[in-house]
């Protein structure tokens, strides 16, 4: 069975400086990967994605992620933080085989605080 | 702009009521999905639909029941027998269920509290 695991709960980082959110996954096969980040009472609001090709990929609102494989890791960066950044992000995975639903499975979440 | 929209945003439910929780999107997707997001525990899915007239459990559908009869509509009826129904609840969508490189849209979620 497909997981994934954000294994910090917060994240704390000063305006200015790089951040990163962890993540790392379980799948049988080739992984679909994605981050989701979600403000205060709102939903979640896609970043980027990881299907195949260049293992660092370019997302929204200056984010990229590095995928991998040898780690089973895929954690979110962003080169310099910034106050409105302050969310929490999901990392989710989606394993591909043929036919029917194919289920997403989404980590528990990592708090991100940046400060001013 | 294409969206879901979800209503309302805050719901309270007095013992023994059943109350449904509306979904609406116009983005022309086929799948549709409600989940529960509780504190700490992600997001688990409650029932998802690929298509018009037809649904399926997911991962914690006891106390919760559905219905797909339009594309664009998919509520989520939390019933009486859900007997921690307090959540935050999400519902999303995707353009067919086999589109399996393609994110999810969500909308603002409703949340659920008991009086």
């Known amino acids: 069975a497909q997981s994934v695991a954000q294994p910090e709960d917060q994240v704390n980082v000063a305006e200015g400086n790089p951040l990163t959110v962890k993540c790392t996954y379980s799948v049988s096969g080739n992984p679909y990967l994605f981050w989701y980040v979600q403000y205060p009472n709102r939903g979640l609001q896609f970043l980027l994605k990881?299907?195949?090709?260049?293992?660092l990929v370019k997302g929204s609102y200056g984010f990229e992620a590095e995928f991998n494989k040898s780690q089973t890791s895929f954690h979110l960066k962003k080169p310099s933080a910034l106050v409105s950044d302050s969310a929490l992000y999901f990392c989710?995975?989606?394993?591909?085989?043929?036919?029917?639903?194919?289920?997403?499975?989404f980590g528990t979440g990592t708090k991100l605080q940046v400060i001013p | 702009d294409g969206g879901i929209t979800q209503s309302p945003k805050y719901l309270f439910r007095k013992e023994g009521q059943n109350v449904t929780l509306s979904c609406e999107q116009n983005l022309n997707h086929d799948a549709m999905y409600w989940y529960r997001q509780d504190p700490g525990q992600g997001l688990r899915l409650i029932y998802y639909s690929q298509i018009v007239n037809d649904f399926q459990k997911g991962d914690i559908a006891e106390g919760y029941s559905v219905s797909r009869e339009k594309k664009e509509s998919f509520p989520l009826t939390v019933t009486s027998a859900q007997k921690n129904p307090t959540a935050f609840y999400l519902c999303?969508?995707?353009?067919?269920?086999?589109?399996?490189?393609?994110?999810?849209?969500f909308g603002d979620g409703t949340r659920l509290s008991i009086l």
């Open positions: 999303a969508s995707t353009l067919g269920a086999g589109a399996f490189n393609q994110p999810q849209h």
């Open positions: 989710a995975v989606r394993e591909p085989n043929s036919g029917g639903y194919q289920k997403v499975t």
């Open positions: 990881y299907i195949t090709g260049d293992n």
